[in-house]
């Protein structure tokens, strides 16, 4: 966290976010590690619940790795084309299956280290994964986390990875994957981009609301 003048406290912070988001968790479907790494693609400037649409069918059809890598470029991009740049998506979604089935007999690694090095996977998209999937402490920073931050004072960086740093200073491992969730669910329904509902907010008494 940083020193800046006012930063909400950690302990009302978490309080909070407990209280008002106890079952924050991650919105894209899945069954399995595989099935969260391919929705992550395919959330790209897309909606969850789009995505969520698209991928019943498509893992369907192609269950894994392996069907996913022998599928056409063709057939792919007519399965997600209604996410948009389909065909972006479908090139990248076959790489990474051909990669996973190369480097990792098909599975999903579980270090940052090996899912940063997978073609297209960021540190993001890994931490969703160490995260939701693993159970490992992790801290992915999106758009509503690293606002979110930067408002409540705890960050004076727009920067995700240094956002993420600051984050992971003011909270202990085992409390980061739930925070990040909680926090990025408040961002999408009060601490919006645009106009944030500050008079509703639980976090109104102690937040500095920085640059609102
Ligand atoms: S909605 Fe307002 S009070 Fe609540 S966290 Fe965002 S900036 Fe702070």
Not at 53 to 58: K, N
Not at 95 to 107: F, K, M, N, P, T
Request: glycine share 8%; net charge positive; charged share 25%.
């Amino acid at each position: 966290m940083t020193s800046g003048k006012g930063a909400a406290p950690a302990k009302e912070v978490l309080a909070f976010l407990a209280r008002a988001y106890p079952g924050a968790r991650v919105l894209l479907d899945h069954r399995n590690p595989f099935e969260l790494l391919v929705a992550t693609v395919l959330a790209a400037q897309c909606t969850d619940e789009r995505v969520n649409a698209v991928t019943p069918p498509l893992f369907r059809a192609w269950p894994g790795p392996s069907p996913l890598s022998n599928a056409s470029q063709e057939e792919i991009e007519a399965a997600v084309r209604s996410t948009g740049f389909y065909r972006n998506k479908a090139r990248a979604i076959r790489e990474l299956s051909a990669v996973l089935l190369e480097r990792h007999d098909g599975r999903v690694p579980r270090t940052m280290e090996e899912l940063t090095a997978l073609p297209g996977v960021g540190r993001k998209t890994a931490s969703i994964l160490l995260g939701a999937c693993f159970g490992l402490p992790a801290l992915p920073v999106d758009t509503h986390v690293g606002r979110v931050s930067f408002r409540i004072g705890w960050t004076a960086s727009k920067d995700p990875v240094r956002i993420e740093e600051d984050l992971a200073r003011a909270i202990p491992p085992g409390k980061w994957w739930e925070f990040a969730t909680r926090l990025g669910w408040h961002g999408r329904q009060v601490c919006v981009a645009r106009k944030p509902r500050c008079p509703e907010c639980g976090l109104a008494a102690v937040c500095p609301k920085r640059g609102v």
